[in-house]
């Protein structure tokens, strides 16, 4: 069976997703198009650059993540100057080592930019908090005066993993040289299973199957909010999430693999391989769950 794939957010906990799609694999399901949000994007785009799911784990697994926390030389001999980094830079690291990265690993595939891939099989989310709107990556590409064709999926996957205040945002230029700010498509859709359907749209092609690290809808945790503090940080997860939650409450929740990562963060990129392997695992185990009583 081929299916839509749209892949949410959430950092190294992503790597569950390689355990996911080796039970996919096991049932006979190929992934046609496929769609995510900031790691979620990182692993859409693995996908349609011709990884498979070891692969991408055996590509993770090489590399050692801390080599894209590059705060240049002043920040390294001065670490307190970092600081005054974020504020100037508006990014703790700058990201260039994570997208040259990413330019190899594609490269390795053949792939270098959108006009390498079959048109339509790889989308993803960014943020342009300049103008106030979400960016559909390459789909918009056009509205900034940008050949899509043209454009690196390199640098559209850093584009949507921008994490706001820990890596620097990516800022491009229309025609006319106004420069927009872009940011992680998480902070205003981390999960956008919205990509592949259309409002009223009753019969599709294929199903959209989407995978999230969460527990199922129903299980998600309130919000504590005891100060200041937790009250931004409850506004900014509510921001990152209820257009979301709305999309999946109503309409696609059967449609949805939780993968309900615990006790790991988003930039945890120091994990044993024990933690690696569980969260693969994770992964695997709860897709295999799902497609056992899943029907479409």
């Not at 859409?44 to 799911?53: C, D």
């Not at 974020?86 to 997208?99: H, I, P």
């Not at 690993?105 to 943020?127: H, I, Q, W, Y």
């Not at 420069?179 to 919205?194: H, K, Q, R, T, Y």
Request: charged letters at 25%.
């Amino acid at each position: 069976m081929k299916v839509d794939a749209v892949f949410a957010g959430g950092g190294v906990k992503a790597l569950a997703f390689t355990g996911a799609m080796e039970a996919m694999s096991s049932k006979g399901i190929s992934i046609e198009r496929a769609a995510g949000t900031s790691a979620g994007a990182i692993t859409a785009a693995f996908i349609k650059s011709g990884y498979k799911a070891d692969e991408i784990y055996n590509l993770f697994n090489e590399i050692d993540i801390k080599q894209f926390l590059d705060p240049g030389p002043v920040g390294t001999v001065f670490p307190f100057l970092r600081w005054l980094r974020l504020y100037s830079q508006m990014g703790l690291y700058k990201g260039e080592a994570f997208e040259e990265w990413l330019q190899e690993a594609f490269a390795n595939k053949g792939v270098r930019t959108f006009g390498d891939l079959p048109e339509g099989c790889l989308k993803m989310v960014a943020s342009d908090i300049t103008n106030g709107r979400f960016i559909i990556l390459p789909d918009d590409l056009p509205n900034y005066g940008i050949d899509s064709n043209n454009f690196s999926v390199a640098k559209a996957v850093r584009m949507s993993s921008s994490l706001p205040f820990f890596f620097e945002p990516v800022k491009i230029k229309n025609q006319k040289g106004n420069e927009a700010v872009i940011v992680d498509g998480g902070v205003l859709s981390n999960f956008p299973i919205w990509l592949f359907i259309r409002k009223g749209e009753i019969k599709r092609k294929r199903p959209v199957l989407g995978l999230r690290l969460s527990p199922e809808y129903e299980e998600t945790p309130h919000n504590k909010i005891t100060n200041s503090l937790s009250l931004l940080q409850s506004m900014f997860d509510t921001m990152r999430t209820a257009h979301d939650q709305r999309h999946i409450a109503k309409v696609h929740a059967k449609n949805i693999i939780f993968i309900p990562v615990k006790g790991i963060s988003t930039t945890q990129f120091q994990m044993t391989e024990q933690e690696r392997k569980d969260l693969i695992n994770l992964g695997k185990k709860s897709a295999m769950s799902f497609l056992s009583k899943w029907s479409y």
